[in-house]
């Protein structure tokens, strides 16, 4: 095994640990969640029409992490071709 396949071995299990805890966080929230809005009356948010819903503030601000994401991994892969075609001419 290389040492990036151990770095890939390593980052699927830290994912799957965090997969597992967001679901158990997910669940409890749920059950909460449904135990509140139960018990609370209805009632009409002042101005909330021009409010932005929780999945869209979620959604954009997402959309931009991975738009900075990319933008970061392009800077990255850019810095380390610039290193290589430096280290390929000293050769």
Do not use: C, H
């Amino acid at each position: 095994m290389t040492m990036i396949d151990t770095i890939r071995e390593a980052q699927n299990r830290s994912l799957e640990q965090i997969r597992t805890t967001q679901e158990q966080i997910i669940e409890f929230n749920e059950r909460i969640a449904d135990t509140f809005t139960s018990a609370m009356p209805d009632f009409q948010s002042p101005f909330a029409e021009y409010l932005p819903k929780p999945t869209e503030l979620v959604g954009t601000y997402f959309d931009f992490l991975n738009s900075m994401q990319q933008a970061n991994a392009e800077f990255a892969s850019r810095i380390v071709k610039a290193w290589d075609r430096a280290e390929v001419a000293a050769s």
